[in-house]
């Protein structure tokens, strides 16, 4: 049967088989919290969720897990390192193909606390230019952030060069896209905050995210409350990872979670296949493909607009026709669609998961070119 | 005194301990942090008397941080 779930950068689908078994056995069989208290059944569970951070940690090439902490998603994540950075009066330097769940707190924090921010230099895809990087660089400048792949055309950022040009600045790069598709090197990247999501490129289940900070005395936390630890004191506890851990976790989708990263999934397609796919897509005549210039630096997903018809015509004529799922509009991204020119019209995502197979990507092409009217 | 109880900032810590103290042979029982000796609701855990410089040996080797304390 043909996958024709082209929709991977929203959410992933399917998941392997062990990230339902797991939260199965929590849900049915094992329950449970997290720590705050000493039976069996909460220490079988507490064992889960810190294996599960190990499991994170070399994942992003972290040597000390008690950097990772659990939040909800990628924009819980980001949410807590913009505003527990405590940015006010300053500069921040972002990558041109931001996702809102940057731009936003980032354009409150414009608002309410006399920040600005700016665009790094880049080329025409959004690829950062990083020879120009020192020019933009001001003595306020407190933060950069860097959508490490786009969600709009799959932009991957040269990370390591970046923070070797920055220095001394902080950075705070959004793995939303990257995790799971890109070997991701924390440690060895010098970064000093990551955000991550557990439903796309990872595979596990929605709800489940978290983040890395390097040193987590300069991050205040977002959420305040119980820990199960330092029940005494009224104020958050200081370490690692209780400081930002209040409330219960999502305890089922952290079980899904590590039922993903125990069955890490290797592209049924090819490297070749990927890239021929997108050659024979570029021949269609009828229809214009927002990529990376250069294939290396070309992650699993790419937009493509048709020159005739509009993106949500073009979306729905590739479901009701093919059953192919795409999504439309802006990918909540108007300033990467800005940067790419589509801007507001928007574009059609396809975003690939490893499950895929070379038969998919031909049914997709075979679809394209029966589309020239739809 | 017949147990030594072990107390952790974190139930990362606790865990972390515990999976150790069983990769190393040493018995030790998970219990909820004695009132008396902590307002905390978390994990400790009771070593037998008898290991308790195996345990702090152990604990120092791995760098694992936990306030020690003496039970009847």
Known sequence: MVNTYFDNAA?????????????????????????????????????????????????????????????????????TIIFGFNLHD??????????????????????????????????????????????????????????????????????????????????????????????????????????????KGLLGPTGIGGFFVNKPDCLEPLLFGGTGSRSESLEMPAFMPDKFEAGTPNIAGIFGLLGALENPQSNLYGSEHFTDFMIEIEKIPYIKCYKAIDPITQGPLFSINHNDYNCSRFAD??????QIETRSGLHCAPLAHRTLGTFPLGTVRIALSPFHTPEDLEYLLESLKQMKTL | MSHLIALFSTTRNAMKAQKLCKQSGLTCRTIPVPKDLSSECGIALEFDFSDDQKVKKLFNEERIEADFHYAS
């Open chain 1, 90 to 199: 300053c500069h921040v330097l972002i990558s041109p193909l931001e996702h809102n769940a940057v731009v936003r707190p980032l354009e409150y924090l414009r608002q309410k606390h006399n920040i600005s921010y700016e665009i790094l230099p880049h080329y025409p895809d959004g690829l950062i230019d990083t020879q120009k990087i020192k020019n933009f660089l001001r003595k306020e400048t407190r933060l950069v952030i860097v959508n490490h792949q786009s969600n709009v055309n799959g932009c991957i950022q040269p990370i390591a060069e970046i923070k070797r040009q920055i220095g001394s600045i902080p950075i705070l790069v959004d793995l939303a896209q990257s995790l799971g598709h890109t070997e991701i090197k924390i440690d060895n990247w010098n970064i000093d905050f990551a955000a991550f999501t557990g439903h």
């Open chain 1, 317 to 322: 004529a590739l479901f009701t026709r093919f």
């Open chain 1, 11 to 79: 959410t992933s689908f399917p998941k392997p088989r062990t990230v339902a078994e797991r939260m199965y056995t929590y849900i049915s069989e094992l329950g449970g919290t997290y720590g705050r208290s000493a039976y069996k059944r909460v220490i079988q569970t507490s064992e889960i969720v810190e294996t599960t951070r190990d499991k994170l940690a070399e994942q992003l090439g972290v040597s000390n897990s008690e950097k990772i902490v659990f939040s909800f998603n990628a924009t819980c994540a980001l949410n």
